[in-house]
Every structure is written in structure tokens, then in C-alpha cells.
Nanobody, 124 residues
Framework: QVQLVESGGGLVQAGDSLRLSCAAS????????MAWFRQAPGKEREFVAA????????YYADSVKGRFSISRDKAKNTVYLEMNSLKPEDTAVYYC?????????????????WGQGTQVTVSS
């Protein structure tokens, strides 16, 4: 069974940086995609970024492109989301997701494995 555990959320000011981590366990992830989604109160869950485990191809939402960076550490079985130049509109619960995907990385319904989420709050 795949388990995902997020950490690194917190309260920061606009313009600050934060790094989220997602520790993955339960299987080998060679043909998996790992992604970050976020959900603000009253809004739908939205795609933030994804990375393919084996080839480390990265995908980003337009709203975070140039500010956020996703990466994975094979040795630690961990996925990271480096967030820079944070804005109040980045405030949300951030979720790590994983599944064996080759297309449609931005669609949350494609992912069967999810972490519990970590809160990120950006004050103005």
C-alpha cells in the first residue's frame, strides 16, 4: 500500500519561501508520477506541479510557473515542492498525490494515492 506523508507547511509572509516534502513508501515508484495539488477554502482542488519518477520530467500550473519547483530524491523516496515569491493567493492545503500515470497529470481524479495535506498560509 502506497503511503504519502507531507510536511513543511506553515505561516509565512508574502515574498517568502517554503519547501514542502512528501515522503513516499510502500512500493517502487519507477513508473509513477508524483504531484502536488492544493485546495483553498470553498474552492476545488487544483493542480500545482507534477514530476515523473523515472525521468524527472516536470509539469507546472501556469499560476506557479517560475516561482515553484518540483523535484524528487530517489534515494530518500521523497518529492519536494520548493515555493518562492509566495503570494496570499497561494494559501491552501497542499496535498501530495501519486499513481502510475503517463498522461493527464493535472487531473486529480487520476490519482489513487494521497497524503493527508499540509497547510500553507501566506499573509500579506
Amino acid at each position: 500500500q502506497v503511503q504519502l506523508v507531507e510536511s513543511g507547511g506553515g505561516l509565512v509572509q508574502a515574498g517568502d519561501s517554503l519547501r514542502l516534502s512528501c515522503a513516499a513508501s510502500g512500493r517502487a515508484f519507477g513508473n509513477y508520477a508524483m504531484a502536488w495539488f492544493r485546495q483553498a477554502p470553498g474552492k476545488e482542488r487544483e493542480f500545482v506541479a507534477a514530476v515523473t519518477w523515472s525521468s524527472e520530467i516536470r509539469y507546472y500550473a501556469d499560476s506557479v510557473k517560475g516561482r515553484f519547483s518540483i523535484s524528487r530524491d530517489k534515494a530518500k523516496n521523497t518529492v519536494y515542492l520548493e515555493m518562492n515569491s509566495l503570494k496570499p493567493e497561494d494559501t491552501a492545503v497542499y496535498y501530495c498525490a501519486a499513481d502510475r500515470l503517463y498522461i493527464d497529470y493535472v487531473n486529480p481524479s487520476r490519482y489513487n494515492y494521497w497524503g493527508q495535506g499540509t497547510q500553507v498560509t501566506v499573509s500579506s
